[in-house]
């Protein structure tokens, strides 16, 4: 606590990581690549996956658990996935340790499986197998299914939250009888992720579709929310994939359709993960500490006495207690620190980092003259405010914060989202960051060059592109639409 | 559905497997060991999730998350600990897949691992190396923390639910600055499990100590509530472990006290896993199929509509939609089956196997009568009721079937309880099944026979045994009190 964090204009990265180590979100584990995510944090991790799944059950998908082992006949079926999979496995080969004559333990070579099983990079492989028992007339469909689960992908360059070898993430997998729903599952689930996004993590995202570049191993189009970080970088927030009839070919699933023919079902899938932690606090988060939205803050509200002897502890104690009473009653999430073992400039700062949306602050003068501080941490402002009506003032106020830092962040992409049309100008403003939106032409050796060249890449084709004739900004060949270029984590 | 289920009596582990099946809760994989939990099954589980959580935060803990992979260092650290889970192990060796140059791909030998990687078969391990870093201080403690996660023991004989390679479960791990308040942590969390079994699960349990034998590796004693399943064979639905400071010891995890003194923190650690289930199936249902208590009931109340033509469905939907919102402003969730294409003595079936607890049949002799037939699924039995105050009645309905599960539950358990003194009744009795309430020398030996001759196990040490002076009933050495034996899953 002693030190100050370090800026975000000064070393954006190292700011990051201090936040999440300051503000008890995360820290590296002993295993390579691998979190271990601290109670504060998976406090909000909880905040998010209830909202999620909630949405997800009301636009009528049921959670299931499929096993975390993929046999590695299974990801070598479906020929694009396993190329796009196969460099990151972590990979099982034995079941049993023995006692090493050295001491200790060491792997029994007794105990080789006969086939390796791969810790799920994702999961289309496994439950395409299984549905090929569960679907056999177009009645059983579209059947609708998510997963909570962890999944492990070998990265070689990790970050807390952004790129983890292990993350906890939500796979919806779904199948239907036509192309025509399938596609609009997978548009679904993409404004599914954008109303969270914006809603609940304050997050203004892009929507669009991947070149093909950038689609989903195994998908016939990726769909994806783009997300501007507080540095001008992108961060994919979230990705839906039509996976078209690959999965159902490479693992013949098969149904009778209306007609009264067999017909290969029609796939999505899509998913967002912790990385959502990485992106919340990127976004928001400011040189004071986390700024988190109220709606996904563990604490919404802390109330802190201030006062110099027991008696006036007790006099504030007993102002305050029919207002946590009304604020839990509102669902307000509200914590008041009489924790006598640190002092109150100490709470302030601690609160600050964590980021709790609404301080209150109450001395004896306060309660003299009927009043009670009232600071907010998007905007570091504080006032003096009559402690009559407060619980409704701080209901009203929470939404005020939401709605601020959501305004805010879509000002600050918008301050950072130039057009351009020369490759001049495109490499020019590349090097301040933000997103371009520039013309493209629709080549992958064009967005190959761009991103040898820039270190940018696509990230999405919006969906909501207006047509417009125009030229690459890199060849020059004819395009109709701008695309968004950015660098990206 | 054509088949009838195998009845309970005759062959009462098929009939077990068939009703996991046809009620859709869960299936193997075709990873071997693993299960799929379908959607059905796990809308149970999520409900035990909820309200075991609900619980676990009530009770002042905190959820966080530790990595999947144990080093393998780390599991040797503990030796009894290392013993115990070594010989069912999963080991991650490589971290990448290459092309295989005969087709497919292969492991790339070149990403063989420098430490092999256990999946964590539980985490204390690298739970007690991460709290090194949280603990200093005894202002650190108690540290109450619980995960919710995937655990994987290579189990050769593997059955759905009740032993599987791979499960679901939470595992709290504790620190606490006396070993007392430790003790009295394990005691607590036993106390949540026993509340949560018989309040929830409707499954009345035994609270009781583990002999030596059958304790968890690296526990100083492992607690454990026991059930009796309807073919008298015992079933653990949960340990809490008093630790001492073994693991704190193994990963060196000192604080100082109050006396400013260097001390080893206090562990405990307690779990249950989705072998609840199991017991929740076995406990209950019937020759019809599954009987679920009304608190884990995904659906508490189903409404089949009798009709014959559109008409009589119009009318008949039209009285039953009040009455949907009035259940569900009562908290109870109802579904109404207006489905065209299943006939009702189809639909009665299907909901009797799926154990939905109340069901409502309306036709259009009731609209004429006021009336609507209520079954209950516990008792198999129907009545004509008014149709109006019946959302009320309901409610009391489904208290009245939680009850009346956990009840009979408790009869039947009571009915296969017997004190015997000596061992020739030891091994009649124990042939009928039940527990058996004998006398015990207290020695490993003893016990090891009894099980070698009667493959009867201690259960457990009641936490409310009676002293009583008496004489073992295989060595006829002295003991003081009478402990629970049965052959368990």
């Known amino acids: 606590m002693s030190k100050a964090l370090p800026k975000r204009s000064e070393n954006y990265s190292e700011w990051y990581n201090e936040i999440v180590k300051r503000a008890d979100l995360a820290e590296n584990s002993a295993v390579r690549g691998c979190m271990v995510i601290k109670p504060y944090g998976f406090a909000i991790w909880e905040k998010m996956q209830r909202a999620l799944d909630d949405m997800f059950k ?20 479906e020929e694009e996935h396993a190329e796009g999979f196969a460099k990151e496995c972590a990979v099982v080969t034995h079941y049993r340790l023995k006692d090493n004559p050295d001491g200790g333990l060491m792997v029994d070579p007794n105990a080789k499986l006969e086939e390796e099983l791969i810790i799920r990079p994702t999961s289309e492989a496994v439950i395409w197998n299984t549905y090929r028992n569960w679907i056999q007339s177009w ?23 952004l790129r983890t070898a292990e993350f906890l993430w939500q796979e919806g997998h779904t199948a239907h009888a036509t192309e025509a729903e399938a596609i609009e599952e997978t548009e679904r689930m993409l404004g599914v992720y954008a109303t969270f996004a914006e809603k609940w993590i304050g997050l203004p995202v892009l929507q669009g579709v991947k070149s093909p570049n950038e689609r989903f191993a195994g998908a016939l189009e990726t769909y994806c929310i783009e997300a501007m970080m507080q540095d001008g970088k992108a961060l994919q927030a979230g990705t839906s994939h039509f996976l078209g009839q690959n999965f159902a070919k490479a693992f013949d699933v098969k149904f009778v359709n209306k007609e009264n023919q067999q017909e290969y079902a029609w796939a999505t899938s899509w998913g967002v993960s912790t990385r ?25 509200v802390v109330i802190i006495p201030i006062y110099r002897n027991p008696e006036d502890l007790a006099a504030i104690t007993a102002r305050v207690m029919p207002l946590l009473d009304e604020l839990r009653a509102a669902g307000v999430s509200v914590k008041f620190d009489d924790n006598d073992s640190q002092r109150s400039g100490w709470k302030f700062a601690e609160y600050e ?34 402690f009559d009506g407060i619980s409704s003032y701080i209901v009203g106020l929470l939404d005020d914060i939401q709605e601020n830092i959501f305004q805010r962040a879509l000002a600050f992409r918008e301050e950072n989202t130039h057009s351009v049309d020369t490759w001049e100008q495109f490499k020019e403003q590349i090097e301040r960051g933000g997103f371009i939106l520039a013309h493209w032409d629709g080549t992958a050796e064009t967005e190959e060059k761009i991103k040898e060249e820039t270190k940018a890449t696509i990230r999405c084709i919006p969906l909501n592109a207006t047509e417009e004739a125009g030229s690459c900004v890199y060849t020059g060949n004819p395009s109709n639409k701008r695309v968004v270029f950015a660098r990206a984590y």
Request: aromatic residues 6%; contains cysteine; positive net charge.
């Open 58 to 77: 009301a636009t009528g998908h049921q959670n299931a658990y499929f096993p975390l082992f993929v046999p590695k006949s299974f990801l070598e079926k």
């Open 139 to 161: 009645r059983d469909l579209p059947l609708l299914i998510n997963q909570w689960c962890n999944i492990v992908r070998w990265e070689m360059r990790t970050r807390l939250f």
């Open 276 to 300: 959502l932690m990485g992106a919340l606090i990127m976004a928001h988060s400011d040189d004071q500490g986390l700024v988190l939205p109220p709606k996904l803050a563990p604490i919404q």
């Open 353 to 386: 980092l964590k980021g709790v949306p609404v301080r209150l602050a109450i001395g004896t003068r306060d309660l003299e003259n009927g009043t009670v501080e009232v600071a907010r941490r998007d905007t570091l402002s504080k006032e003096s405010r009559p």
